[in-house]
């Protein structure tokens, strides 16, 4: 009798431990397939995961938060490579590597110097590899993508690139760099650094160096020099911190850095609010390249703008009308083929603001 219940104390305490890990500590030899249940690890506190997210005809590797109607991608590994196929697995190897086993190849999730011995999942979104001591060996917060979350940085130097779509994840059209002289910059992501081609800066005291991004607990986002003063708040912050609010900054889609508020309903649902937007939506078209090659950007009401074409030119894909506009090719054969006897037609564009260099041949830099 005696043994029995001895050996009846001994496995709950057992079940009890593999409990708790399970929810906070991911052990090595963990494996997720893309069609695992789930396919992702949780955070302790349920509202983040680390795992498989579907992404085109594929999965992604990344984080996200969770929440109805729709789950909000904060991280992605392997950002510009194809959707891995389904049937890949992620291994949390027994040799302390975080890798994807696609088949014929492995792609490696966190390139380090130092095998890990654990990896969890933390409550603010961050997913991070120890090393033997509980030393940090790498984090998905030290490579952001095109989102910040509280305590996380961007670095000097560091830049986030929008996501191409809201479906998809790869790099896209503009970059916010934390450069080198202390002032956060939003570019077109093809662009050179230089002043003409930013569309948005935080305009901080020029030339301090070693300035990073950061963002406080209180929601406020701030750059801060490398012996921690404040130098520039972007956002007010002082907003209640509690278990059932987040907050997240995102360059955007549209190249617009945003704060946005979550708060997590017991049901499930996530009710989002924008706090803070870089550019308000009436001035989204100062964004340079928020529409293509020989169009405009009309401020076609308060909440949205408009690329159009100027007369005689056809978006170059009716489907997508933010990717340019070029001629009409019954106006390129008047134009250039039929040669100097033709009528040509001048037509006045009212209300418009041009650029001072419409056009501009860049060379490339060595
Ligand atoms: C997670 O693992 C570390 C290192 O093995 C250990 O110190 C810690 O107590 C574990 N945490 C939980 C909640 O199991
Ligand atoms: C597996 O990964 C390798 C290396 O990144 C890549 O070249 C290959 O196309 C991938 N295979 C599949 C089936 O995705
Ligand atoms: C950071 O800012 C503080 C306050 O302006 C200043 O005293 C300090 O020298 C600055 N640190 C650096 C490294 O510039
Ligand atoms: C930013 O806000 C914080 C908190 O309100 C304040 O302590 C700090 O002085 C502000 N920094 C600047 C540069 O205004
Ligand atoms: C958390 O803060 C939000 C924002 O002010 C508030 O609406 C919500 O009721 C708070 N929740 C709890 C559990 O205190
Ligand atoms: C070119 O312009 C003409 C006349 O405005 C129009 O009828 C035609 O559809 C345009 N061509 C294309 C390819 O859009």
């Known amino acids: 009798m005696a043994t029995v219940f001895f050996l009846i104390s001994i496995y709950l305490f057992f079940s009890a431990e593999i409990s708790q890990s399970l929810q906070s500590n991911i052990t090595k030899g963990s494996t997720l397939f893309t069609n695992s249940t789930p396919n992702f690890w949780l955070s302790?506190?349920?509202?983040?995961?680390?795992?498989?997210?579907?992404?085109g005809n594929?999965?992604?590797?990344?984080?996200?938060?969770?929440?109805?109607?729709r789950n909000t991608v904060v991280w992605t590994a392997l950002r510009?490579?194809?959707?891995?196929?389904?049937?890949?697995?992620?291994?949390?190897?027994?040799?302390?590597?975080?890798?994807?086993?696609?088949?014929?190849?492995?792609?490696?999730?966190?390139?380090?110097?130092?095998?890990?011995?654990?990896?969890?999942?933390?409550?603010?979104?961050?997913f991070l590899l120890?090393?033997?001591?509980?030393?940090?060996?790498?984090?998905?917060?030290?490579?952001?993508?095109?989102?910040l979350l509280v305590t996380q940085e961007l670095g000097p130097d560091k830049i986030l690139y929008s996501s191409k779509s809201d479906t998809d994840d790869s790099a896209?059209?503009?970059?916010?760099?934390?450069?080198?002289?202390?002032?956060?910059?939003?570019y077109q992501s093809k662009s050179l650094q230089l002043v003409k081609y930013s569309y948005w800066s935080s305009l901080s005291k020029s030339n301090t160096r070693g300035v990073s991004l950061t963002f406080a607990a209180?929601?406020?986002?701030?750059?801060?020099?490398?012996?921690?003063?404040?130098?520039?708040?972007?956002?007010?912050g002082t907003l209640p911190v509690n278990k059932t609010?987040?907050?997240?900054?995102?360059?955007?889609?549209?190249?617009?850095?945003?704060?946005?508020?979550?708060?997590?309903?017991t049901d499930g649902s996530l009710?989002?609010?924008?706090?803070?937007?870089?550019?308000?939506?009436?001035?989204?078209?100062?964004?340079?390249?928020?529409?293509?090659?020989?169009?405009?950007?009309?401020?076609?009401?308060?909440?949205?703008?408009?690329?159009?074409?100027?007369?005689?030119?056809?978006?170059?894909?009716?489907?997508?009308?933010?990717?340019?506009?070029?001629?009409?090719?019954?106006?390129?054969?008047?134009?250039f083929l039929r040669g100097a006897n033709d009528d040509y037609m001048i037509s006045t564009l009212e209300n418009t603001i041009w650029e001072r260099d419409e056009y501009e041949v860049l060379t490339p830099c060595e």
Request: with cysteine.
């Open 245 to 265: 609010t987040l907050y997240r900054a995102t360059f955007d889609v549209d190249g617009v850095l945003r704060l946005y508020q979550h708060q997590m309903g």
């Open 271 to 335: 009710n989002s609010i924008v706090l803070w937007s870089a550019i308000n939506r009436e001035d989204r078209c100062s964004v340079k390249g928020a529409c293509g090659l020989n169009s405009y950007c009309d401020r076609n009401g308060a909440d949205n703008i408009a690329c159009l074409c100027p007369p005689g030119f056809d978006f170059a894909d009716p489907n997508q009308p933010n990717k340019g506009c070029k001629l009409n090719s019954s106006v390129d054969n008047d134009c």
């Open 58 to 69: 594929g999965f992604k590797v990344g984080t996200w938060l969770i929440g109805r109607p």
């Open 172 to 186: 896209g059209d503009f970059k916010l760099w934390m450069q080198g002289d202390g002032n956060l910059v939003a």
């Open 44 to 55: 302790p506190s349920g509202h983040f995961a680390f795992g498989f997210y579907p992404s």
């Open 130 to 147: 120890y090393g033997s001591n509980m030393e940090v060996v790498w984090a998905t917060f030290r490579f952001p993508t095109n989102t």
């Open 80 to 126: 510009d490579e194809p959707a891995l196929l389904p049937g890949v697995s992620l291994v949390f190897t027994t040799d302390g590597r975080l890798l994807v086993l696609n088949f014929t190849a492995v792609q490696l999730i966190a390139q380090t110097n130092q095998k890990a011995q654990v990896a969890a999942m933390h409550d603010s979104g961050n």
């Open 218 to 236: 209180d929601s406020r986002l701030y750059l801060v020099n490398s012996t921690g003063f404040s130098i520039r708040n972007l956002t007010g």
